[in-house]
């Protein structure tokens, strides 16, 4: 159980389009859905938080306006990178927590993979 | 501030010898700590992780790790290691929020 699927896992686009990630929790109601950012060779970055019904909270120095989090439902959190740029490239992980669920216990997706050419 | 530090950026060991990762936190309460696994292309599994009580802590996979309040650290042991062990480990530290993650271990293990 506790399953989280990302779509796609990989996707390449070119510069100023826009890319949506959607994070999906299989199994489980997911109050709150986290999105994180990984560089290369680098640890995993906090960029903004969801919960179902509310607008997200993100992280100093995420550009929110670049950065779209949608959390429509319990099981669906959407990420859409607009105008991107090829800075933008990187491995883009959601996760997803069960409501009252331990501290931390959040269940990672597999990650998605975003080169902006 | 709140941190995690790794300080082993890459570990290489031979298939069945013993392993230890190390992680030190600063954290201003008591912490929650984790150690997750991440393989090439997939998502963070985790391990294992404290939240009180026994101090050594047994995961999957053969893990274990121990926290230490007075030396603020979580190392993650495994007696033998395994070709498969191979992979990017992060540990973590939180309170009731987010997760702050240190920046990694890349375990190479060698036949």
């Known amino acids: 159980g506790a399953v989280v699927s990302q779509h796609p896992s990989r996707v390449i686009c070119k510069s100023g389009t826009s890319v949506k990630i959607e994070c999906r929790s299989l199994d489980f109601q997911a109050t709150t859905m986290f999105w994180y950012r990984q560089f290369p060779k680098q640890s995993l970055m906090l960029m903004a938080t969801s919960n179902e019904g509310s607008k997200a909270t993100y992280e100093q120095g995420v550009e929110k306006d670049k950065f779209l989090i949608n959390h429509a439902s319990l099981t669906l959190s959407t990420l859409t990178v607009t105008s991107a740029h090829p800075e933008d490239s990187s491995f883009y992980i959601c996760s997803a927590t069960l409501a009252g669920g331990d501290p931390g216990g959040e269940f990672f997706g597999p990650g998605t993979r975003l080169t902006v050419l | 501030a709140q941190s995690v530090t790794q300080p082993d950026i890459h570990i290489t060991v031979s298939e069945g010898a013993s392993l230890e990762l190390r992680c030190n936190y600063s954290?201003?309460?008591?912490?929650?700590l984790f150690w997750y696994v991440q393989s090439p292309g997939q998502g963070l599994q985790l391990l294992l992780k404290?939240?009180?009580?026994?101090?050594l802590v047994q995961g999957i996979k053969g893990f274990e790790a121990e926290f230490k309040r007075s030396q603020s650290s979580f190392n993650l042991r495994k007696p033998s290691v395994h070709w498969s062990d191979a992979a990017e480990y992060f540990c973590a530290v939180t309170g009731t929020d987010k997760l702050i993650f240190g920046t990694g271990t890349r375990l190479q293990v060698f036949p």
């Open positions: 954290y201003g309460a008591t912490p929650y």
């Open positions: 404290y939240f009180s009580g026994d101090t």
